[in-house]
């Protein structure tokens, strides 16, 4: 299996909704990835946990919570979000050597905030 | 990393070799040149990296000057389904679970 897997694929919600993004992979990769792409623009890294750990905390809102239940599992928590939230959600993995070509990302989950 | 600059856009014909540059005039002895591209609505795809030599796989070729200070890549023939967003990145090979910096990108348009 060497894919990313997101779900849902398109998610609508209210400002005073909790939602969760899900990502899954099984290729034994042990860091994970959070990234945030808005429309015509490069996708920006939102967090990244290493050995199921959080690492990388880029300045996130509180109102986005990630977590890592295991080493093929991240989720991503939503809640309280703003319109501008609105976004295309990337979930990547790779090894923890990190070397740059072996990132795979899933297809993403494209939120609307009404 | 290096800061990278590429052309917003690009256009090619179908069928022809597609050019993409990069500039990377500040490129450090131990980063590599990692090249992605994304088709609309999907996530990032790995093509191809280099370190210094000249790179070719199934998919592209990697071209980088002998000072290190630029490179190109190149579809030597395009189709439609090359169109897509192409992301040119610079980092060190072994840097760890630190994440893929992205750029602007060069949105390149096969043509029919």
């Known amino acids: 299996d060497t894919e990313v897997t997101q779900t849902p694929k398109h998610l609508v919600m209210g400002m005073t909704n909790k939602k969760s993004l899900k990502c899954e992979q099984h290729?034994?990769?042990?860091?994970m990835y959070w990234y945030k792409q808005k429309a015509k623009k490069p996708p920006e890294l939102m967090f990244v946990y290493s050995y199921e750990k959080l690492s990388i905390n880029e300045s996130v809102p509180s109102r986005f919570s990630p977590e890592c239940p295991n080493s093929s599992l991240l989720n991503l928590h939503l809640h309280a979000l703003q319109p501008e939230d609105s976004a295309l959600y990337l979930c990547a993995s790779s090894r923890t050597g990190g070397a740059g070509y072996g990132y795979t990302f899933g297809s993403g989950t494209r939120l609307t905030v009404v | 990393d290096a800061k990278t600059t590429q052309p917003p856009s690009m256009d090619c014909a179908e069928g022809r070799a597609a050019n993409l540059p990069c500039n990377h005039s500040t490129i450090s002895g131990n980063e590599y040149v990692y090249w992605y591209r994304q088709i609309h609505s999907q996530g990032p795809q790995y093509i191809i990296h280099g370190l210094k030599n000249n790179e070719t796989n199934e998919m592209a070729s990697l071209i980088i000057t002998e000072d290190r200070k630029s490179s190109t890549l190149i579809l030597p023939h395009a189709t439609l389904r090359d169109t897509a967003v192409y992301y040119c990145?610079?980092?060190?090979?072994?840097?760890?679970?630190?994440?893929?910096?992205f750029g602007k990108g060069t949105h390149l348009i096969i043509q029919p």
């Open positions: 290729m034994g990769h042990r860091a």
């Open positions: 990145i610079v980092r060190v090979g072994g840097g760890g679970a630190d994440g893929l910096t």
